[in-house]
């Protein structure tokens, strides 16, 4: 083996520590040490790999940064998909396998330092890779090592140990990373390729049919969380038969979205949507075959270091900041001193669209927005369930220019609310009604209100169809105190004057012929500018009714 040829020789590798370790651990000097280590366990491992088709490098980068982040962001060691690799290339996040932090004292073991520095570079190696279930990484503070897995739960470690006391575990942990097959990396088996296409499989009617994924929609920039990634796609051999695949992580105890499309259909509340083309995710039979090639596994998790929930307002893709928050303070949320879980899932949509921000015109958003009320109305009247997620990133626009809804990951049965009693915080912060906000029993009365907010936030954000910009003043609405934001809403609301005032201060010059339809909509929302005190399915057909009048107005229309 490799390190015994270490023990060997007339002037041994490793004897009671590595040769050529830096004395003191400065950083430059290790990374340079930690490199040529490396690249001898590369060749080494070149040549006794039984899959020689791995093309993996040790990269050492510690003041270049690497391509494809959001903000500048360096990564000091790691090991990358590139044979060509060597300690001056250049790299993107998405060709990181593994990545690695150093630091030159052991002290710096610490979550607020190595720790924390490695997992900022496994959230952008998860959001650059689209496959990407899970990340191995690794920290070596002066001579201690750990290794790490960040997945959907957040971040667990091996205990640390001194690489210059057991150079066997050190050996064995760089070979690992070297030899490791794409699924042990992290990679989803599921997702396949050939012939420079990338595909799913799934069973309908008794038969396999293939997918092809045309690209990404979507995918939350997170470690832990749902991590919701959505895939256009079409039927192979059909480029006109599109789809939308959706993978996320949920709470076991979470209801499956799947199972609610299956009663949302069956109550034809989607009109056209046919029951076979929404396909629960299943493990056992969404395996590859042996000849193809494939990346990566589902990676179960029963005891981990935990982080909470989060929904982003960003992760829609709108033009929006990035330091959004999602409120879920469910009661399905596992209790504290229960070890968490997450499953995956897959569903399969014959629904595509366009987010409503980017409807292509003021009456085709406020249409598209009466069509989402409406869908709303039958998934609550004819399949019984409340979606409790109204937000920028659910509402879409077809290709019919029709509006529909999307994502029933928070969807819950409205007879189970009702019979629970159950208070919890959940929905996309910044389009949460005051009332849930405040932890009130969700009704539909919530989502009735999350509409109104939709169109508040766009009439602001937005200068066109799909044109965000960032505004100040309501940025904080996506990360404030629940109860903060509750009292900012209201203030919002509350007065005639001062909501006039926001509006032509703050709506955006294309949305300025809203001014007056938004005011109104805001008075049957919020009747004498407070909170509703009793339920009215009536301001369903109100709502309609103003967003209807409001695209007939012919400023509106010019």
């Known amino acids: 083996t490799f390190f015994d040829d270490c023990l060997g020789g007339s002037s041994p590798l490793f004897d009671g520590g590595w040769r050529g370790w830096p004395e003191g651990a400065k950083q430059d000097e ?7 280590l490396s690249d001898k366990l590369a060749a080494f491992a070149k040549r006794h790999e039984s899959t020689p088709t791995r093309r993996r490098r040790p990269l050492a980068k510690p003041n ?64 650059a890779q689209d496959t990407r279930r ?16 960040f997945d959907r739960l957040g971040r667990i470690a091996s205990e640390q140990f001194d ?16 030899w490791m097959s794409e699924e042990e990396l992290g990679f989803d088996p599921t997702i396949m390729t050939a012939k420079g296409q990338r595909f ?19 995918r939350a920039r997170c470690v832990a969380g749902r991590a919701t990634t959505c895939w256009k796609a079409h039927r192979e051999g059909d480029p006109h038969a599109l789809f939308v695949v959706k993978d996320s992580w949920q709470y076991p105890e979470r209801d499956d979205e799947g199972g609610l499309l299956h009663d949302d259909i069956q109550s034809n509340v989607r009109k056209g949507l046919d029951i076979t083309k929404a396909t629960n995710y299943q493990e056992d039979r969404s395996r590859p075959p042996s000849s193809t090639s494939t990346a990566g596994p589902s990676h179960a998790r029963q005891s981990r270091s935990t982080a909470g929930t989060k929904r982003s307002s960003d992760n829609t893709g709108a033009p929006l900041p990035p330091s959004k928050r999602h409120c879920s303070a469910s009661p399905t949320k596992p209790a504290s001193d229960v070890l968490p879980n997450r499953v995956h899932r897959r569903v399969i949509l014959a629904d595509y669209g366009i987010p409503i921000y980017k409807a292509r015109s003021r009456q085709a958003l406020l249409g598209a927005l009466a069509d989402c009320i409406e869908g709303h109305e039958s998934l609550r009247r004819r399949a019984g369930l409340l979606h409790r997620d109204i937000s920028i990133g659910n509402l879409m626009v077809g290709n019919d220019n029709r509006g529909f809804l999307v994502d029933l990951d928070l969807a819950i ?33 919530h989502d009735l209100e999350s509409f109104f907010w939709v169109l508040f936030w766009i009439c602001i954000h937005c200068d066109g169809p799909g044109e965000g910009k960032v505004v100040a003043q309501f940025d904080k609405w996506n990360y404030a105190d629940t109860e903060e934001l509750a009292k ?66 012919p400023k509106v229309a010019s």
Request: with cysteine; proline share 3%; charged share 25%.
């Open 64 to 127: 270049d940064p690497i391509a494809g982040s959001v903000a500048e962001r360096k990564m000091d060691v790691g090991f990358v998909d590139d044979p060509r690799a060597g300690k001056d290339s250049r790299c993107h996040w998405s060709q990181i396998l593994v990545p690695g932090e150093l630091k030159s004292n052991s002290s710096a073991d610490i979550p607020s330092k190595a720790w924390l520095d490695l997992g900022r570079y496994a959230r952008e190696v998860l959001a």
């Open 30 to 36: 290790v990374l340079s040490w930690f490199a040529d």
């Open 488 to 553: 900012l809403k209201l203030g919002t609301v509350s007065d005639t004057d001062i909501f006039r005032k926001t509006t032509e201060e703050f709506f955006t010059r294309y949305y300025t012929p809203l001014v007056h339809w938004v005011n109104t909509l805001r008075k049957a929302v919020f009747p004498g500018g407070g909170r509703w005190k009793r339920e009215d399915s009536g301001l369903y057909a109100r709502m309609r009714g103003i967003l209807e009048d409001a695209g007939k107005d």
């Open 413 to 445: 049965s409205e007879q189970r609310v009702g019979a629970s009693g159950a208070k919890g915080k959940t929905g996309t912060r910044a389009f949460m009604a005051i009332g849930a906000l405040l932890g009130e029993q969700h009704s539909f009365m």
């Open 163 to 178: 690489i210059n006391k057991d150079g066997l575990q050190f050996v064995s942990t760089i070979l690992g990373f070297l």
């Open 200 to 218: 799913i499989e799934i069973e309908r009617d008794g038969t396999t049919e293939r997918l092809v994924l045309d690209g990404v929609m979507k």
């Open 134 to 149: 899970f990340v191995l990484g690794f920290t070596l503070c002066g001579s201690f090592m750990r290794i790490w897995a």
